[in-house]
């Protein structure tokens, strides 16, 4: 895994599951892929026209609730950011992804069953270079009184801060070096979040369709948490859904980012935002090409199987 080239899956693994905001049936499945092909979207759903949609940055239409991927023919796929932050954290950086409809299968709501599959079926190197984006000058977007920021570091690393009414979320703050297999061990479980009034209005509205509280979120009403039998599985697990969210809206740039983000109250969109600021900035980002060093700091360096949860876990 420290080698300085590109990934790919060993062979193909598929997914079953349930669309969050749907409520429909989906199946995904992860093909290998050759090097440079990156990860890729395919709709096996649709027999004409363009099906293929990149995963990356300028093919976002940005929404608050999820990440929502469209090409040019107006073909979309909804909800990537748990599987992209997995293979972020696999140090996967070639997949075509296949799925039978519009949304990914939202699992148990966070990354954990992605990246089990993924490291069961192993990694394959290949013979070309990772070429990475290195931050080089701060940039900074802000809309309704969220900020997120990328700063020029050596590695990726993220800080968060939310801040939410309701008690049993209330202030949370986190700063997660992404190195060594991080991801797996602080961030890959934590499950998707919202307060119950959320619920309500997203239902009314023909969304959440799919959401089962305890099941594939955690939902918070006042102090009440509803989180399964076994609770929640951190503390603070609703500011490291946050953080792994941010993992996998930032593996849209095209290849890993050497930076260090920073979201206060930040989501989906505002990620989204930032990275077209990122590329729009003159002098702001430069692609490189890595070498041993540089590679050994990438997310899906040092992963260890034994620190991948295998079961759900109780808040720590």
């Known amino acids: ?13 598929s997914f079953d599951g349930v669309g969050l905001h749907s409520g429909k049936p989906a199946r995904m499945v992860l093909h290998p892929a050759p090097a440079n092909h990156g990860i890729r979207f395919k709709r096996t759903d649709i027999a004409l026209g363009d099906t293929m949609i990149p995963a990356r940055w300028d093919f976002v239409e940005r929404t608050a609730l999820c990440t929502r991927l469209v090409n040019a023919a107006g073909v979309s796929v909804s909800t990537v950011e748990h599987i992209m932050a997995a293979l972020a954290g696999c140090g996967v950086h070639n997949a075509l992804i296949e799925l039978n409809g ?3 299968p939202i699992m148990d709501g966070s990354s954990a069953d992605f990246l089990r599959e993924i490291m069961a079926v192993g990694i394959e190197r290949l013979s070309t270079p990772v070429r990475a984006f290195e931050v080089l ?10 900020q997120a920021t990328l700063l020029p570091c050596d590695r990726l690393k993220i800080d968060f801060n939310i801040d939410f009414a309701e008690e049993a979320i209330g202030q949370q703050s986190r700063t997660l070096d992404l190195r060594n297999g991080a991801f797996a061990r602080e961030l890959c479980d934590s499950r998707t979040f919202c307060r119950r009034v959320d619920v309500e209005n997203m239902q009314a509205n023909g969304l959440a369709l799919g959401g089962v509280p305890g099941r594939n979120a955690v939902v918070f009403d006042g102090a009440v948490v509803q989180a399964g039998d076994q609770g929640l599985r ?3 697990e609703p500011v490291r859904h946050k953080m792994l969210d941010a993992l996998g809206d930032l593996a849209l740039a095209g290849g890993p980012i050497f930076g260090h983000y920073i979201g206060d109250k930040s989501g989906h969109s505002l990620t989204n935002t930032l990275l077209r600021a990122l590329f729009a900035e003159p002098g702001a980002v430069r692609e490189v090409v890595c070498d041993a060093v540089m590679t050994a700091r990438l997310p899906g360096q040092g992963l260890i199987w034994s620190e991948i949860p295998e079961q759900v876990r109780q808040a720590a």
Request: charged share 20%.
């Open 102 to 104: 519009p949304e990914v």
């Open 137 to 146: 000058k701060p940039v900074t977007v802000e809309a309704n009184g969220a």
């Open 234 to 236: 951190h503390s603070d």
């Open 1 to 13: 895994m420290r080698h300085p080239v590109q990934n790919t899956l060993k062979t193909s693994v």
